[in-house]
């Protein structure tokens, strides 16, 4: 059971009992049974609503499946870093990913840092109203788009991957005889596995190319920092920025 589902589960249970206890307590509302007509009709009620409340709780909690939300997230819906931490997070029942999701995670958090420690240098060398900055900004607003562009897909992927599905898939592959000491399995099961495959290594390649562009942009802080000089001139000729772009111009012309 998630985290979050044994938070709700305490909530759920103590605030059932409080509720009684503020009902049935003759110092509050003062609910009984046995005396008054309507208090007892009330008290009954409340009690058999609480036992449903509880009972239906508590199965939901413990033992409902939650259904996996299929819509895909498209462009604008991830508006903030902690709604791609909190994407990510959601999809931790499909444990094959977990290794991405916790360097997607990081690699989130540490592109945070080096935006951050790119505006501090900056600022060292313009104002935001300088051409050469609002240049610099374009560059890097482009790379972060590409950058958060990447974890939206990685999500997307891992919405439509069907992990229980998967899992019967390779436990067929298990089951199959073995010829030649390698594992023999039907063309479905084959076929099955290619494809979830495919889904599997899409995702490690995003978080590859993420990974690039972090390597990157410390590149980038590192050639910066060494400069006392800086310009519009001078910053086109910084390798890091004519990777970016590249990177930029190839992604334009892979989205046309």
Known sequence: MSKKNIIKLILLNLGIVALNVVLFSQGLVGLTIGGDALLTA?????IVMSLIGFGYGNYSLLFKQP?????????????????????????????????EINSA??????????????????????????????????IINSVQEIFYNNIKKMINRMIIFDYKDYMKVLQKLNNSPMVDGVKVSSKSV???????????YYVRELV???EGILVKMDSLLLEISKLDDLDTKGLENIAAVQEFN?????TKF???
């Open 254 to 256: 892979y989205k046309a």
């Open 190 to 200: 084959g076929a099955q596995l290619k494809i979830y495959n495919e889904h599997i």
């Open 67 to 99: 259904q996996e939300n299929v819509l895909l997230f498209k462009a604008g819906e991830l508006a903030e870093t902690k709604d791609y931490v909190a994407a990510l997070e959601e999809r931790r029942d499909k444990k094959i990913f977990e290794p």
């Open 105 to 138: 995670v990081e690699q989130i958090y540490r592109m945070q840092d080096k935006d951050k420690a790119l505006d501090s240098i900056l600022a060292q060398f313009f104002s935001p109203q300088e051409m050469t900055y609002t240049r610099f900004q374009t």
């Open 42 to 46: 009330i008290g009954v009620t409340t």
């Open 208 to 210: 590859e190319m993420n």
């Open 246 to 250: 590249e990177l930029i111009a190839q």
